[in-house]
């Protein structure tokens, strides 16, 4: 049986700057905001980050967070796209992660953009996404997620956390990475061969599924509004251009063989198509 203890601390461990340092290495890679953006949006020739804010308006529209509103960003990383969302909606946010480094970046994020005022960082223990016990029943009108589950081993406690810390009628909104069926991989222990890699260099606790998501959600109490493959059809290639590539490879700061392999895995899911990305979501009825 996996001890879920050790996984959740190496995930820490992976981002710490005083670890291994994948906050250090993803900034300088690609700035304070770190997930995919919208297909489309890049496919007519947009930034990766121009994509990213694109998605982000978009799941913040599904949201449907306003003014006076609150709202709890999980996995929030070096804070970007926290107070993105913050900016999109007039909504306050707190942002949560379980590596102190990264909250400590997103707080100077903050500062830096003058938005103290709508969003706090805290820095949560390594399982306290399995009862988010600190925040009092039905006090958020949103949870939101972007591509952090993915490192979670019990998903579905957190799916009842984030029940719990909604108001009814509150949305759940986020997107993640995924694992699917495709071409030659059709088995489990075929997607596993080129998934393992992904989740081994990464620290992923295995991934889920565009339809396991919604089991969970449902499993929890939710009404699942949405569960969406971002790159249906497709291969998932977002947010890697070419040159992009190159640093990646090359990029020689603190464990950068870590992200070297990590990068390499990753491309060779994305290319055997059985990764990509999906977005969702889901409300706490009424
Ligand atoms: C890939 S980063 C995502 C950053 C940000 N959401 C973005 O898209 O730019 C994953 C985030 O999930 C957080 N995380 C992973 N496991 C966690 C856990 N057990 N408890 C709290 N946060 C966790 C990490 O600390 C990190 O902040």
């Given at each position: 049986?996996?001890d879920?203890?050790?996984?959740e601390?190496?995930?820490?461990?992976?981002y710490?700057?005083?670890?291994?340092?994948?906050?250090?290495?993803?900034e300088?890679?690609?700035?304070?905001?770190?997930?995919?953006?919208?297909?489309?949006?890049?496919?007519?020739?947009m930034?990766p980050?121009e994509?990213a804010?694109?998605?982000?308006?978009?799941?913040?529209?599904?949201?449907?967070?306003?003014?006076g509103?609150?709202a709890?960003?999980?996995?929030?990383?070096?804070?970007?796209?926290?107070?993105?969302c913050a900016?999109?909606?007039?909504?306050?946010?707190?942002?949560?992660?379980?590596?102190d480094?990264?909250?400590q970046?997103?707080?100077?994020l903050?500062?830096?953009?003058?938005m103290?005022?709508?969003?706090?960082?805290?820095?949560?223990?390594?399982?306290d996404?399995?009862?988010?016990?600190?925040?009092?029943?039905?006090?958020?009108?949103a949870?939101?997620?972007f591509?952090s589950?993915?490192?979670?081993?019990?998903?579905?406690?957190?799916?009842?956390?984030?029940?719990?810390?909604?108001?009814?009628?509150?949305?759940?909104?986020?997107?993640?990475?995924l694992?699917?069926?495709?071409?030659?991989?059709?088995?489990?222990e075929?997607?596993?061969?080129?998934?393992?890699?992904?989740c081994?260099?990464?620290?992923l606790?295995?991934?889920?599924t565009?339809?396991?998501?919604?089991v969970?959600?449902?499993?929890?109490?939710?009404?699942?509004?949405?569960a969406?493959?971002?790159?249906?059809?497709?291969?998932?290639?977002?947010s890697t251009?070419?040159?992009d590539?190159?640093?990646?490879?090359?990029?020689d700061?603190?464990a950068?063989?870590?992200?070297?392999?990590?990068?390499?895995?990753?491309?060779?899911a994305?290319?055997?198509?059985?990764?990509?990305v999906g977005?969702?979501?889901?409300t706490?009825?009424?």
């Amino acid at each position: 049986m996996t001890d879920t203890r050790i996984h959740e601390a190496k995930v820490r461990r992976f981002y710490d700057a005083d670890g291994e340092g994948a906050g250090i290495a993803y900034e300088r890679l690609m700035g304070t905001i770190w997930h995919h953006g919208d297909p489309t949006a890049e496919a007519a020739g947009m930034s990766p980050v121009e994509a990213a804010l694109i998605l982000e308006r978009d799941l913040m529209a599904v949201a449907g967070l306003g003014l006076g509103d609150r709202a709890l960003d999980f996995g929030s990383g070096p804070g970007g796209a926290t107070l993105n969302c913050a900016r999109l909606t007039g909504a306050t946010f707190v942002g949560v992660s379980n590596s102190d480094s990264l909250s400590q970046r997103a707080r100077a994020l903050a500062v830096e953009q003058g938005m103290v005022q709508q969003a706090v960082f805290l820095t949560i223990g390594d399982q306290d996404y399995r009862t988010l016990a600190a925040w009092p029943d039905s006090c958020f009108d949103a949870v939101t997620f972007f591509e952090s589950v993915c490192h979670l081993p019990d998903k579905n406690m957190f799916f009842e956390a984030a029940f719990r810390l909604l108001k009814p009628g509150g949305r759940l909104v986020g997107m993640d990475w995924l694992q699917r069926p495709w071409g030659v991989c059709q088995t489990d222990e075929q997607i596993q061969r080129v998934i393992g890699p992904v989740c081994e260099h990464i620290r992923l606790a295995g991934l889920g599924t565009v339809d396991s998501y919604p089991v969970m959600m449902r499993t929890a109490g939710f009404e699942v509004t949405h569960a969406v493959d971002l790159f249906a059809e497709q291969l998932c290639w977002g947010s890697t251009p070419p040159e992009d590539r190159e640093r990646w490879l090359t990029y020689d700061g603190p464990a950068g063989d870590v992200f070297q392999a990590g990068k390499r895995a990753l491309d060779a899911a994305r290319g055997a198509g059985v990764f990509t990305v999906g977005w969702f979501a889901a409300t706490r009825p009424r």
